[in-house]
């Protein structure tokens, strides 16, 4: 922490769209921030919060995300990356401010002996609960509603500690649990959902398409991003399915989100496998994954780079027979 003493006011930077362990983990460190160094900061992201259950977590919980490119840049000290790195294509951080510290659980991308503060840990904790420790340790309060915010960042990475979480993970849970807002976090789980939600999920109905254990379906245009990764989440659950992978397009590029129930081969390895040598940007973990290709970049129509990265999925997890839907 000596590196950020002097600092007055720092941008803490999420990545790009960002999901609930994002949100939690960047919300933490702001009182990690103002309890331990009296530094101000403002909680900042490019994208859309597009999920119901992220919009009503910010909303219930009065997280206060702002827009980077609606900031005066020249007020901060620096940056302070969370759930993303430096290298990492999938963040707006202001070209003009240095970046002074970076919390992140997904493999490391290297710059750790450019930043004064690198704390990345790629063995399977949330950023949620890497900001909890710090709190911890700090003994900086947690209110109910920052405890609410990282039990949802926890559940929702993990899948209900369901997807081979980290012993700090657990611990982390563990911690919030007393502490956390319940009708909050039942308002977040269970948000109103708009009418688009369901245009899209008949859409995706029938555009769904069986290979073995795995499942593919092209969404076409999408109203907002994060929803090849909600129809990934639903498809997967389907009896007999291990795999699915989910695609559409939103703003000139195609997004495409990937889910596994086993953890061999490792989904984020798979995605980047996808977009290798085709000028786009994956990452994730064993069995969650995600990733864009530009399509100005590319020289196929949405449908015919679709079809592409398809067959190199399906020869990727060894699921080439079509079957019925």
Not at 22 to 30: H, Q, T
Not at 90 to 98: G, K, Q
Not at 224 to 250: H, I, K, N, S, T
């Amino acid at each position: 922490m000596k590196a950020l003493e002097g600092k007055k006011a720092l941008l803490i930077c999420l990545h790009d769209d960002p999901d609930p362990d994002a949100l939690a983990a960047g919300w933490g460190l702001s009182f990690v921030l103002a309890g331990a160094l009296g530094i101000q900061t403002t909680l900042g992201f490019e994208g859309i919060i597009g999920r119901a259950e992220n919009r009503a977590m910010v909303l219930e919980l009065g997280i206060p995300v702002k827009r980077i490119q609606a900031l005066n840049i020249s007020r901060f000290d620096g940056v302070f990356l969370v759930d993303t790195q430096p290298a990492a294509e999938n963040h707006s951080t202001p070209d003009e401010l240095p970046i002074l510290g970076c919390i992140d659980h997904h493999p490391m991308l290297g710059c750790q002996n450019t930043i004064p503060w690198f704390d990345v840990r790629p063995n399977g904790e949330t950023s949620s609960s890497i900001v909890l420790q710090y709190l911890i340790s700090l003994e900086i309060d947690v209110n109910p509603d920052l405890a609410t915010a990282i039990l949802y960042g926890i559940k929702t990475d993990t899948r209900d500690l369901s997807r081979q979480p980290a012993p700090p993970d657990f611990r982390a849970y563990t911690y919030v649990l007393s502490r956390a807002n319940f009708p909050a976090l039942g308002a977040i789980v269970n948000p109103r959902l708009d009418p688009v939600y369901f245009r899209m999920l008949h859409r995706a109905l029938d555009a769904a398409r069986l290979h073995d254990y795995a499942t593919v379906l092209f969404l076409g245009d999408l109203p907002y991003p994060d929803l090849v990764a909600e129809m990934a989440d639903l498809f997967v659950r389907r009896r007999e399915m291990q795999w699915c992978l989910c695609g559409g397009v939103y703003n000139h590029f195609l997004r495409f989100s990937l889910r596994t129930e086993t953890d061999r081969p490792n989904a984020g390895v798979v995605a980047r496998n996808l977009v290798r040598r085709r000028k786009g940007s994956a990452g994730g973990h064993d069995m969650t994954a995600g990733g864009y290709l530009p399509m100005a970049q590319q020289d196929l129509s949405a449908t015919e780079l679709w079809n592409v990265l398809v067959q190199d999925f399906l020869k990727a997890v060894e699921a080439t027979s079509a079957r019925e839907p």
